[in-house]
């Protein structure tokens, strides 16, 4: 298997931001997803918005779990500190990660699989503690890795590959999100880099449980008729004479519209994603109305995608354990180990 390597020598003449880094100094390894996956484009948007941001790469500390969007890390950031952990396990993880280092900021990437099946739980308890992260699922409603299989968020209705047809509720992670308690909720899509860039930027400054649900088609194994997130094509139009599985590259599905407007963008199956962006007057501040305005959304077959809400007053997992504002992995000995008078008084307020 050959390995493409991206050059180390740069043109003097590109620009840098306030700290002193390029853009590609934020990127990785080169991608292997397939050609045309919507999770490449947010892995460009997390480039982009941490170089705007002039965030200097080893004050970054990314963890995923297991999944094609969980390969993505790999692709951004390379001068980071990275953590890949095992399915849906990313956010107990990061949040011990957090506990031990305040000072690094925490980017959690994970996908519908890894969040919203096996990692359920750790998703509710991460939103619930307010662990101070952005926290991105990267949305596709397949198990792209173990062939396409239908993942919690696929639509109630939508079929498989073999015809089969999901007759299972969608999970919502937005709507989780917001009933949970995180203080910064958004939703957007791969394609709409003017609208996820801002939200990721916003994300990453936000000061307690940051979440992001991309929409982000799969260009590989989505048959589903009826599904809001992804698409296969080839599969209908292909007569299997052995056993080995092409996959053919797609072209990326971008789209730009205005706030307030509602776009209809076709997928390569002939099904419908129908975007609607907040209107500018739309006021993200009440938790209540947020979750009203995504089911109106929703009752219209609408995906609604924006800033949904936020908490500019928000306190973090340390504020609420009033924990040392020195990071415990910088704490000596005598620190971490105070005595034995101190574990005695302790123990009596515990009696």
Not at 50 to 69: F, M, N, Q, T, Y
Not at 158 to 163: E, L, N, P, R, V
Not at 302 to 328: F, K, M, R
């Amino acid at each position: 298997m050959t390995y493409i390597t991206k050059p180390t020598m740069h043109h003097p003449s590109l620009a840098k931001n306030g700290v002193g880094y390029l853009r590609r100094d934020y990127e990785g390894r080169v991608s292997t997803l397939c050609a045309g996956c919507g999770h490449d484009s947010i892995s460009a948007a997390i480039i982009q918005a941490c170089w705007e941001l002039d965030i200097e790469p080893h004050r970054v500390a990314k963890l995923s779990g297991i999944g094609c969007s969980s390969k993505t890390p790999d692709y951004f950031l390379g001068a980071s500190h990275g953590f890949n952990t095992v399915h849906g396990r990313m956010p107990s993880v990061l949040t011990g990660a957090n506990l031990a280092n305040r000072e690094l900021l925490y980017l959690g990437v994970s996908g519908d699989g890894d969040s919203a099946s096996i990692g359920l739980g750790q998703f509710a308890n991460a939103m619930r503690r307010r662990v101070r992260m952005a926290y991105i699922v990267e949305n596709n409603g397949v198990y792209g890795l173990t062939k396409g299989q239908f993942s919690a968020t696929a639509d109630r209705g939508s079929k498989s590959k073999k015809g089969v047809v999901n007759n299972d509720s969608p999970i919502d992670l937005v709507a989780l999100a917001l009933q949970l308690g995180a203080t910064y909720v958004a939703r957007s899509f791969s394609g709409d880099k003017e609208q996820l860039v801002p939200l990721i930027k916003g994300a990453i400054g936000h000061g307690g449980a940051a979440f992001i649900d991309v929409i982000s088609p799969c260009v590989t194994f989505n048959n589903h008729g009826g599904s809001t997130k992804s698409y296969d094509y080839v599969r209908e139009h292909n007569e299997a004479v052995s056993r080995i599985d092409f996959m053919t590259p797609g072209t990326e599905i971008t789209t730009q519209y205005r706030p307030g407007e509602l776009v209809e963008i076709e997928q390569h199956d002939g099904t419908m994603l129908r975007l609607r962006k907040l209107h500018e007057d739309y006021d993200p501040t009440n938790r209540y109305a947020a979750l009203n305005y995504l089911n109106e959304g929703h009752e219209r077959g609408e995906i609604v995608t924006g800033l949904l809400y936020v908490d500019g007053q928000s306190l973090d997992l340390h504020a609420s354990l009033n924990t040392s504002h020195l990071p415990l992995n910088a704490m000596g000995l005598g620190d971490l180990c105070p005595g034995v008078a101190a574990l005695d008084k302790i123990n009596a307020s515990l009696r």
